[in-house]
Structure formats: C-alpha cells, structure tokens
C-alpha cells in the first residue's frame, strides 16, 4: 500500500470555481504535512503547511483529519494560473526522517 | 535570498560513463534530499542529510549511486556507469531541519544516449 494516494484526475474546471482534492495518508504515525505545486517540466514548490487546525491562505484552504487519515486543499476562486499539479506530502519522523510525495492531482482551469 | 542551486540544468552522457549532479542548499539549511523524477512520474527518495549524521541511503536504486555532503553545503551525487532508465530529473531540497518543508532545486535534467 502507497504510504500517501491522491486522486491523478485531471480536473478541469471552469476560471472562477471552486476545486476541491483530496489526500490519504497510511502510516498514523506521520507528523508534518504540506501541499506543494509542480508546473509542467519545473520543480516542486511549496504551496502552504498543513497544521491540525486548518490554516487558510488567500484562496487556497487546508484541512488535515487524523482520525480518517486524509488532508484536502480547498481552492477558490480558481484562476488560469492555478493549473498545475498539486503533490500531497507527509513526514514520517521516528529512526529517520521520511518525506513521502503523492504522485499528485493534475489541475487545469480552463477560460 | 538565494534559493537552492544545481548544477548542470542538464547533462547528455553515454551509456556507461560516470556523471557527477551538483547541489547547493540554502545557507543555514542543515537538511538535504536527493530525489528522482521520471517523465510524468512521482518523485522517488534517494538520500537524505542531516547535519554531521550518516545519510540516509535508504532510496538509492543500486550501488552505482552515490552522494557526499561536505558539512553542511554543497553535496553532490554521482551516479557510476550510467544506464538508459537513469534518464530523469534529479532533484534536490533543503530544508532548515527536518519535519519542515522543503525548497527545492530546479532539478538536472539527466539523459543517457
């Protein structure tokens, strides 16, 4: 079993809506969590932390759940440039320190 | 201020010789990750530092990978008689310690004729 799955899609939705995705993590022992942005043929950057108690930037909306395992990105208001692909990653920190990516969401938003 | 550094954006190598990726971290970042990204694949770990502690090699696919990291600068990593499926994006991140998030390279673009 992938210690983080996301749905790939694509979504493809309309300039002004609002976009919802979602990611599940396996190991309950993870502790950090953050969503990241990957445009075509660039690296990852960081889009925001996730923190238990949800935290909120501009548009974008994060959630974490630890009970059921799984944290969302809410965006509103989408905007042309927010096409991208959007990468889950959870840490793991116990004998190591382990990253691990979702093979991420591809969004397009469409004029 | 100045964000993670690699070097080359891209290499052309033929199959069997030795290349050698170069990454600059953030100043003051005691964490560095090597990656791998294949096309239109996830990232795959590599290797891990952390400060003066032995690496984490947990990820590299055989032996003929390897990494350095000269105290808490510069790390290169080296891949040894290379082979087709090494063809990716290696990237590389530091982070200020560990648990938090990373900033990444802008990756070298690896192909191997």
């Known amino acids: 079993r992938k210690e983080v799955e996301q749905d790939p899609g694509p979504f493809n939705v309309p300039e002004g809506a609002t976009v919802a995705f979602n990611c599940t993590y396996s190991n309950s022992a993870s502790q950090s969590f953050f969503w990241y942005r990957q445009d075509c043929r660039k690296e990852p950057k960081l889009l925001m932390s996730?923190?238990?108690s949800g935290n909120e930037d501009g548009r974008f909306t994060a959630q974490l759940n630890r009970a059921s395992q799984y944290i969302s990105l809410l965006i509103r208001d989408s905007k042309l440039s927010d096409s991208a692909t959007y990468l889950c990653v959870v840490n793991i920190f116990g004998t190591g320190n382990q990253f691990y990516f979702g093979t991420g969401t591809s969004l397009t938003v469409i004029p | 201020g100045a964000g993670v550094s690699q070097s080359p954006s891209n290499k052309v190598t033929e199959k069997g010789k030795d290349v050698e990726l170069r990454c600059d971290p953030i100043s003051g970042h005691t964490a560095l990750y090597w990656y791998r990204q294949r096309l239109g694949q996830g990232l795959e770990f590599l290797i891990y530092?952390?400060?003066?502690?032995?690496?984490?090699k947990s990820g590299l696919p055989s032996d003929r990978f390897s990494a350095e990291r000269t105290g808490e600068s510069v790390s290169t990593l080296t891949i040894q008689r290379t082979q087709q499926e090494d063809s990716a994006v290696y990237l590389c991140a530091s982070s200020l310690n560990v648990r938090v998030e990373q900033y990444f390279g802008p990756g070298t673009r690896l192909t191997v004729t």
């Open positions: 530092f952390q400060g003066n502690s032995a690496p984490d």
């Open positions: 996730v923190y238990s």
